[in-house]
């Protein structure tokens, strides 16, 4: 487990940036934590570590954006995801065969079809208004 502190989004950023170095492609990163959280921020900072420059925004309308990238980036948010229906037309299931790093915001909605193997990632408030507390447990810490 990592624990970091951020008290801005481009601290986040950078973080994540950071973190992005580490990943190969076929992985899971769920992401928990409420509105607001910094985890859209924490995709940004994936993106620009991964070398990629794609205009990142949150896919709650989509569902999930493709920005490509070596190895591929997906960015999913789950908020809207209630019933094993709505996950299946996601193409979520479809995606975790490609190969690519999968960022999935709101897990906690899907948190029974994780795949084994995930990442988690936690969000939590800190103390000031701007202080997120952002851990990281590994695969061999959550299964």
């Given amino acids: 487990?990592?624990?970091?502190?951020?008290?801005?989004?481009?601290?986040?950023?950078?973080?994540a940036s950071d973190f992005a170095k580490t990943l190969t492609g076929n992985e899971v990163l769920a992401m928990f934590g409420t509105l607001g959280m910094g985890k859209t921020a924490f995709v940004r900072g994936l993106a620009k570590g991964l070398?990629?420059?794609s205009e990142i925004?949150?896919?709650t309308f989509a569902i999930v954006h493709d920005y490509g990238g070596?190895?591929?980036?997906y960015h999913f948010d789950m908020y809207r995801i209630s019933t094993w229906d709505?996950?299946?037309?996601?193409?979520?299931?479809?995606?975790?065969?490609?190969g690519g790093i999968l960022a999935v915001e709101w897990s906690e909605n899907i948190e029974n079809a994780l795949p084994e193997g995930y990442t988690r990632i936690v969000f939590e408030k800190g103390q000031?208004?701007?202080?997120?507390?952002?851990?990281?447990?590994?695969?061999?810490?959550?299964?």
């Fill in 1 to 15: 487990m990592k624990k970091y502190h951020s008290f801005s989004a481009s601290e986040t950023e950078k973080i």
């Fill in 128 to 143: 000031d208004e701007n202080e997120r507390t952002i851990t990281v447990y590994s695969p061999e810490e959550v299964n």
């Fill in 86 to 98: 709505d996950l299946y037309s996601t193409g979520f299931f479809d995606y975790l065969d490609m």
């Fill in 70 to 73: 070596t190895p591929r980036l």
């Fill in 51 to 53: 070398g990629n420059d």
């Fill in 57 to 59: 925004s949150s896919p």
